[in-house]
């Protein structure tokens, strides 16, 4: 079983009709105002960082960064990482391209680094694809709708 905050699909990456910055007392869609407190520093560092990137791992659209699809070549997909917070840094997560019983993906390793991540994944293909032929298969198309 995978992390308790494994989603099942990828909608968490959309504003749901029901927060309460999705839309004003006038029925207006509207996003949250976010504000930065002293000089910008830590937002014009984090602007400036190089998307990851690694020639297995394809992102949802040009420059996006928190999900991506592990596949090597023209074989099929083999699975997916995905970045989280983890004491102000961030870890790796892979999950396999299927489905358990219940539906959720297949949580197979945590990395400590994105390209360590993907290598794990490209290095453990035969356990991984063994793992896909016996769950059921992924339901969700990539790129996912925008």
Request: aromatic letters at 10%; one cysteine or more.
């Amino acid at each position: 079983m995978g992390p308790p905050w494994q989603k099942t699909d990828l909608s968490f990456y959309l504003l749901s009709e029901d927060h309460p910055g999705a839309t004003t007392s006038e029925g207006r869609r509207t996003l949250p105002v976010v504000g930065v407190s002293g000089s910008g520093e830590a937002a014009r560092s984090a602007l400036k960082r190089r998307p990851l990137e690694h020639p297995y791992a394809i992102p949802p659209f040009l420059g996006a960064q928190g999900l991506w699809l592990i596949q090597v070549g023209q074989a099929a997909p083999l699975g997916y990482v995905k970045s989280r917070t983890v004491r102000g840094g961030y870890v790796f997560d892979v999950y396999a391209h299927c489905r358990d019983d219940d539906g959720r993906r297949h949580w197979v390793h945590t990395a400590t680094s994105f390209n360590s991540a993907v290598a794990w994944a490209v290095q453990h293909d035969p356990e991984i694809r063994a793992l896909i032929a016996r769950s059921i298969p992924e339901p969700d198309v990539w790129p996912p709708p925008q």
